[in-house]
């Protein structure tokens, strides 16, 4: 489930109107519903256009939540880091992005310490795959099989899913769970 709305357009939909997620809100929803995972509406925004100045999160939202129904796995969408050396890459090989930023680092590690337990990024892998690919084939232009340059993009999303994996803080942790069939879950 997800209560509340956030900024921003992504694959051309969406609006700038924001509504935070009403914490009261969310605990009724969740004990009606039974939700597996819930959405919460902070301050974060779709797409690679997200802010102009660094976002300030409503963390209290999270405590809220958390304290009233814990245990209830929380969801933060629109929070891709906007990583400025891809947008870089993407102008320097024929792209035009304008100057944006995305949800800090350390706003993204203080939700996850305050009950934030999925962190949707799309947007940094489209921009490291828009990246390795627009550099690729600037660099090899005789390039025309896919092959060989979404090689280049899968590794440039690997090294992204790898990064954020680390910053997370879930890397390595694999083994501290017992793997489960489908009818156990």
Excluded: C, W
């Amino acid at each position: 489930g997800e209560l509340g709305t956030l900024g921003g357009i992504e694959d051309g939909v969406g609006s700038g109107k924001v509504m935070l997620t009403d914490p009261e809100e969310a605990v009724k929803f969740i004990k009606l519903t039974g939700v597996d995972a819930l959405a919460l509406a902070i301050g974060t925004s779709h797409g690679a256009y997200k802010f102009k100045v660094k976002p300030t999160l409503d963390m209290d939202i999270i405590n809220k939540v958390v304290e009233k129904i814990p245990g209830v796995p929380l969801v933060m969408h629109g929070s891709s880091s906007v990583p400025q050396e891809l947008i870089e890459i993407i102008n320097k090989y024929g792209g035009r992005l304008e100057k944006t930023m995305g949800v800090p680092m350390e706003s993204i590690k203080e939700a996850i310490k305050r009950g934030i337990r999925k962190i949707n990024v799309d947007t940094d892998g489209r921009l490291a795959m828009t990246g390795a690919t627009r550099k690729y084939l600037a660099e090899n232009p005789g390039a025309f099989d896919p092959r060989t340059y979404f090689g280049a993009a899968r590794e440039a999303v690997y090294q992204i899913v790898k990064g954020k994996m680390i910053d997370f803080g879930t890397a390595g942790h694999a083994g501290d769970y017992k793997p489960m069939t489908l009818e156990e879950m």
